[in-house]
C-alpha cells in the first residue's frame, strides 16, 4: 500500500527510476543488463540502537563497525562516473556513524540523488539542519505497526514518542523547503483495516508520503537468534503473522548492489551475515563485481529458476511491498 499526500507539491526523486519501465522489468530481459546497477545501497555502519525481534540484528555474527571514509570514497567516486543514485541503508542505523554529515556532503558534491533510511532515535537537531541545507534528496523514517502499542512491541522498547517528535521536528524545521523528501515506512501484521486507516489518516497528511507492507516474521529461525528472550517474543508474535509465503523471481538482483561497512559486497539488501557475498571492494570494483563475478551469476541463476529454498537467506524471503 503506497499513500502520497495530495497536499504536497513534493515528488519523490527516486520515483523516476521506481516507475522507469527497464528498471521495473530488468529480471524479464536479463541479456539486456546495465553496465552498472541502477541504484547502489550503502551500509555506513551494522551498529544499531533497536533490537528488533524480528531483524537480522538478533542472529548477526559478522564483526560490527563503521565504513572507513577510503571506503566510502571509493564508492561515491565509482557511483559518480554512472551518475548513479545512492541509499544509506541497510542493517545499522546510519546516523550512528559518527561522519554521516561528511558523508552525505561528499555523495551530494558529486551531484548525486541520496536517500537515507533511519529508524528516527539517533537523528538530531543539526543532523536534520544539516540534510535540510545540504539538500539531502529523500529521507524514510522506518516505523512498525499502526499503533504506539503494536511499534513498541515488535521494536522491544518504548521509544514511539520520541520517533514521533523527531519526526514532527523535522517537517517543522523544513519548512517549505523541498528537500528532503520525507517518507514513512511501515509493516503490518494482523492490524485492523481501522487502525491502519488511521495510521494513514495520520502520518499521511504531515509528511510526504507512507508505504505499508507486510512483516516477515519468519526470516529467522530460532537456531539463528542469539538471545532465548527474542525467540520466546517472536514465537509469540508469529501468531499474527499474515505475509504472503510465496517466492518471487528477484528482482534484486538484477537491480542493484549492495555494500558492507567492510567493503564487502552483497546482492541482497537484506544480507545481514555475508550470505550472498559477490564480491570485495577492497581486492576489485563495483562495475566488474556486477560483471564478472561468478558468485553473482549462481546466484542469478539459482533464484531464476525460483530455487530459493537453495540459499539460506532466500529460503524465507517473501515480499512484502508491492510498490517497490
Known amino acids: 500500500m503506497f499513500f502520497k499526500n495530495p ?20 529480471h524479464q530481459r536479463k541479456d539486456k543488463l546495465p553496465d552498472f546497477p541502477f541504484l547502489v545501497d550503502v551500509e555506513l555502519t551494522n551498529h544499531c540502537n533497536l533490537k528488533c525481534i524480528f531483524c537480522g540484528q538478533q542472529a548477526m555474527k559478522r564483526d560490527k563497525g563503521f565504513m572507513s571514509e577510503t571506503t566510502l570514497k571509493k564508492i561515491v567516486d565509482e557511483c559518480a562516473g554512472h551518475n548513479t543514485p545512492i541509499r544509506f541503508i541497510r542493517l545499522g542505523e546510519p546516523f550512528l556513524h559518527p561522519k554521516i554529515t561528511d558523508f552525505c556532503k561528499y555523495v551530494k558534491s558529486k551531484g548525486l540523488i ?26 524514510i523514517f522506518s516505523l512498525q505497526g499502526a499503533t504506539k502499542e503494536q511499534y513498541e ?3 522491544g522498547d518504548n521509544t514511539y514518542d520520541r520517533l514521533r517528535g523527531n519526526v514532527l521536528k523535522m517537517v517543522e524545521l523544513r519548512k517549505d523547503r523541498e528537500n528532503p523528501f520525507i517518507h514513512i515506512s511501515s ?5 485492523s ?31 539463528q537468534i542469539n538471545s532465548f528472550k527474542a525467540i520466546g517474543k517472536l514465537e509469540l508474535l ?12 528477484c528482482t534484486e538482483v ?15 539488501c537484506g544480507d545481514f551475515d555475508n550470505f550472498l557475498t559477490v564480491g570485495d571492494l577492497g581486492r576489485s570494483t563495483l562495475f566488474d563485481i556486477w560483471n564478472s563475478s561468478k558468485e553473482l551469476r549462481i546466484f542469478r541463476e539459482l533464484l531464476e529458476k525460483n530455487m530459493h529454498k537453495c540459499l539460506t ?12
Not at 509493516?187 to 492490524?191: G, H, Q
Not at 508469529?238 to 523471481?249: H, P, S, V, W
Not at 537467506?313 to 517497490?324: P, V
Request: include cysteine.
Open 193 to 223: 483495516k481501522k487502525e491502519i486507516d488511521n495510521f494513514v489518516n495520520y502520518w499521511g497528511y504531515l509528511i510526504d508520503a507512507v508505504s505499508i507492507g507486510k512483516t516477515n516474521l519468519s526470516l529467522l529461525s530460532a537456531a
Open 254 to 268: 538484477y537491480q542493484k548492489l549492495s555494500i558492507d561497512w567492510d567493503g564487502k559486497v552483497t546482492c541482497c
Open 313 to 324: 537467506l532466500c529460503s524465507t524471503c517473501y515480499h512484502a511491498y508491492d510498490e517497490f
Open 187 to 191: 509493516t503490518m501484521t494482523d492490524e
Open 238 to 249: 508469529k501468531k499474527q503473522e499474515t505475509i504472503k509465503k510465496e517466492y518471487r523471481l
Open 153 to 155: 512491541a515488535m521494536r
Open 7 to 26: 497536499d504536497s507539491k513534493r515528488e519523490n526523486p527516486f520515483r523516476k527510476l521506481y516507475d522507469n519501465k527497464e528498471f521495473k522489468t530488468i
Open 114 to 139: 541520496l536517500h537515507i533510511t533511519s529508524n528516527g532515535l539517533a537523528i538530531t537537531g543539526n543532523h536534520m539542519n544539516y540534510l535540510i541545507e545540504l539538500g539531502v534528496d529523500s529521507l
